[in-house]
């Protein structure tokens, strides 16, 4: 921060001493380049209508661009969890970008999405990457509840294969070896240790469900019964 905080000082020691040497007639004349370079730095998936977005601002000068409206046009690609904009004199202009992490699929309305750890919606036409497909059409924000849930709990999200969210606002978790475990509306955090804890002991190893939804008890159903 303190080495930023000094650039920026130099900066404006840099354009002070410029203005400061100009009178009047010069500076009316006087003129900025345009921005010549855009880098763009952590944007992995390909997004050409964004860059060519971008590319809009170099008919601007860095001394007069308006860094608001660069932050409206990122905050407008679902892809983008955080980023940083940095201006480089006299022509150049930096953005630094970490993508959002791709978490679950869903459909709606009849076109597919990716779910991003930012909370939005990716419209994707090829499903290409492993993530637990989700059924129903749950509250994004319940959505990433669960996933919380589940990081904290000694299941692997990896090890996720799909997810029923229903319209009382409950989730089925059907795991990648086939068991479905169905937890209950609330004490979902204790419903699922509890039944990941049946999971760890070998006499439990036929399970292909676990009904978690009664209080403070769970019933396990086995294949073949």
Do not use: C
């Not at 001493?17 to 992995?44: C, D, H, T, Y």
């Not at 008919?59 to 905050?75: G, P």
């Not at 009382?168 to 086939?178: A, L, P």
């Amino acid at each position: 921060m303190p080495q930023q905080i000094s650039k920026k000082i130099l900066v404006y020691i840099f354009l002070f001493i410029i203005f400061g040497s100009l009178n009047n007639k010069n500076l009316a004349k006087f003129q900025f380049p345009n921005i010549e370079n855009i880098e763009i730095q952590g944007l992995v998936i390909e997004n050409k209508e964004f860059k060519k977005s971008l590319d809009l601002f170099k008919m601007e000068t860095l001394f007069h661009l308006d860094k608001l409206k660069v932050r409206e046009l990122l905050n407008s690609n679902n892809l983008i969890e955080e980023y940083v904009i940095s201006k480089r004199y006299p022509s150049s202009l930096e953005i630094k970008i970490i993508e959002t992490e791709l978490l679950a699929l869903l459909s709606r309305r009849g076109k597919s999405f990716y779910i991003g750890s930012n909370g939005k919606l990716i419209e994707t036409e090829d499903m290409v990457k492993n993530l637990p497909y989700i059924f129903g059409d749950p509250n994004i924000d319940k959505f990433l509840s669960l996933k919380r849930m589940i990081d904290s709990s000694k299941l692997n999200y990896n090890d996720v294969e799909n997810l029923f969210f229903f319209p009382s606002g409950r989730w089925d978790i059907e795991t990648s070896s086939g068991v479905l475990i169905k937890l209950p509306i609330e004490n979902i955090e204790k419903s699922l240790e509890l039944s990941l804890n049946l999971l760890d002991y070998k006499q439990f190893d036929n399970i292909k469900s676990i009904d978690a939804r009664p209080q403070n008890q769970v019933i396990t159903y086995e294949w073949g019964a």
